[in-house]
């Protein structure tokens, strides 16, 4: 029989959830259509230049946002001065890296052959300190699992910043649109973080916890620093061989998988991993918890991920219009790189939870080699050639992670991949069924009908394999439902 303290994680993860995935759709739905707005105002080298400097500038953003406020979510016995330890070290860091970007900022452009790049630089750096000086409060909320806040206050900051890209775009701002967009954006939120935490920052911190976070948190520093490098190989590689206009629409491929990865993997990620937490600070073995989600994660985002691959010409076409053309091969690839990122989010957020940091990070540290061994050598054969290097990379060190994973939550790797094998096996079949669609009345419909038909085949079919196939784990998740929908008042 179940503790209490598992059904009452379980049924707070449920509340939370459905939090995030309401926030995170209504923003990530709003700020993919301001997207679509300005990649069509703007047109792909004004792309290609926000992204070489964006790189940079986002790098030093999630360094401050996902390493020392971890120790906030796992730390079983969190003290006051831990909070006030945090909140320095993250405001020193801060400050730290935006004066590394002001003062690089001309070396940079130089990498690029242009120099326009390091004003955009300088201007977009301060978000890193809005982003430092809020993180506490952010990971406070995280740790009790409330995530209405977070989710309400990052709606009202994309819708800000939105407004702003846009009215500067159609006002002929060109490049920097995007620039002042992010910037509002990031302020809006971590403002609005502020009005909603009644903690502040005191001078609790003493020796003690100091070390507590730093012992914990300097093994996510590396492991944040060598994704952030597997991530953005493939931005400075491309701007710096192949141009502002190759490297936009080699943003446009991946910003699409990147939405749909948000969309459907970002919400049960970061409701997990307090999750998780909880279960492991009760003492409370978590691997049944990890197999729940990650099935759940995989019922949803394969069959979304190979759908994608197969309507990518139409939607590209539909969205972004002729000029982006060039990236439908390359986001067909990189949505193989979504179907990854939607179990390794999970997998790594289990192991965050439970403090196993050390052998994600060498892990990490080799496919992030790996990651730029291969793409400067495929380089020459356009943007195609970087996303198989980009995705083949994560595809040949999968492998590890699995094991890793497997033993923490002290399962056999077999058992582990089982809860993989249908979901995997279902969207298979339904991406054939999609393509035979295609080539049956591909020929005869426009561009619109094309994607709404297959997307409809595709969406229909999954259903009735799903229902076929797993009808006892889908009348399972529907049962969740109703009781979220009963104790979401509850919490």
């Known amino acids: 029989m179940r503790s209490r303290t598992f059904v009452i994680i379980k049924q707070r993860l449920l509340v939370g959830v459905t939090w995030m995935f309401a926030g995170n759709w209504s923003e990530q739905i709003i700020n993919f259509l301001v997207f679509i707005l300005l990649a069509r105002i703007l047109g ?19 360094l401050v946002r996902q390493t020392l406020t971890e ?25 730290v890296l935006v004066a590394l970007l002001i003062l690089l900022a001309e070396q940079i452009a130089q990498i690029y052959s242009e120099p326009r790049v390091a004003d955009y ?172 989600i990650t099935k759940i994660s995989a019922l949803v985002s394969f069959p979304s991920f190979l759908g994608m691959v197969v309507v990518s010409a139409p939607l590209v076409e539909l969205l972004f219009g002729d000029e982006w053309v060039g990236a439908i091969t390359a986001h067909k690839i990189l949505c193989f790189v979504g179907i990854y990122l939607s179990i390794e989010r999970i997998q790594q957020a289990y192991c965050l939870a439970l403090g196993k940091v050390s052998a994600l990070f060498y892990l990490s540290f080799a496919e992030a080699l790996l990651g730029i061994l291969l793409i400067i050598t495929f ?17 040949i060190m999968w492998p590890f992670r699995f094991i890793i994973v497997s033993n923490y939550a002290d399962r056999s790797l077999l058992r582990y991949l089982k809860v993989l094998v249908l979901p995997l096996i279902n969207a298979i079949i339904m991406t054939f069924i999609t393509v ?21 085949v595709g969406l229909s079919s999954y259903c009735v394999v799903l229902w076929a196939t797993m009808r006892t784990q889908v009348r399972e998740l529907f049962k969740s439902l109703i009781l979220l929908r009963e104790k979401s008042n509850s919490f």
């Open 436 to 456: 035979a669609w295609q080539q049956l009345m591909g020929a005869n419909f426009s561009t619109f009908t094309l994607l709404a038909s297959s997307v409809l």
């Open 379 to 395: 380089v020459d054969y356009g943007i195609m050639g970087v996303a198989i290097a980009f995705a083949a990379r994560y595809y």
């Open 121 to 292: 630089l300088t201007w977009a750096s301060p978000t890193v300190l809005f982003i430092g000086l809020s993180g506490v409060p952010v990971a406070l909320l995280k740790r009790k699992l409330e995530f209405r806040v977070l989710a309400v206050r990052a709606t009202v900051g994309i819708v800000t910043g939105g407004i702003v890209g846009v009215i500067l775009a159609f006002m002929d701002y060109g490049v920097w649109c995007f620039i002042v967009q992010h910037v509002v954006k990031v302020f809006v939120n971590n403002a609005l973080v502020w009005t909603a935490n009644p903690w502040t920052p005191k001078w609790r911190a003493k020796k003690k916890h100091f070390h507590d976070v730093l012992s914990f948190s300097g093994q996510i520093v590396g492991l944040r620093i060598t994704e952030l490098i597997s991530i953005n190989t493939p931005m400075v590689v491309i701007g710096a061989y192949l141009g502002p206009g190759m490297l936009g629409q080699f943003t446009i491929a991946w910003r699409i998988v990147e939405v749909l990865s948000f969309l459907l993997i970002t919400p049960i990620q970061y409701v997990a991993q307090p999750a998780f937490a909880h279960l492991d600070r009760a003492s409370e073995a978590a691997g049944d918890l990890l197999a729940k």
């Open 44 to 62: 792909a080298e004004a792309f290609g230049l926000a992204t070489m400097a964006m790189v940079f500038v986002v790098f030093s953003e999630f």
């Open 71 to 95: 120790t906030i979510v796992q730390q079983k016995n969190l003290e006051g001065g831990h909070l006030d330890a945090i909140f320095y070290l993250l405001a020193l860091l801060s400050v």
